[in-house]
């Protein structure tokens, strides 16, 4: 194995150490909360390090067979992340004053 083969592996090693830290603490993040959008934005950064780590997969094997899959699931997160942000802001929304009627006015 040639020097560049060798930092390449090294790199490739410490990004994959690097995703299994994250995605332990996201883990933990995601778990304990304590809003519904703390949760949210946990797993959506969970479909990300699964992203990243296919992409180091890929680099690892000098195969782009994984690409199309980054890609669908890219698309998965930000929709689901979309669905779950208009669900809270929906949920979140406050409540609208009744408007003052004809008939209450007439009596004031």
Known sequence: MSGPETVDRVLLVAAVVALV?????????VWRGPSMLD???GLDVVAALI?????VKSAFALDPFYFP????L???????????????????????RPKPTD???SRD
């Open 74 to 96: 890219a698309f998965l997160g930000f929709t689901g992340s979309v669905g779950i942000a208009r669900f809270i802001a929906v949920r979140d929304r406050p409540l609208a």
């Open 21 to 29: 830290a994250a995605g332990t603490l996201l883990l933990v993040r």
């Open 51 to 55: 992203i990243a780590g296919l992409g």
């Open 39 to 41: 949760r949210a934005l």
């Open 103 to 105: 008939a209450k006015r």
């Open 69 to 72: 899959v980054m890609l669908v």
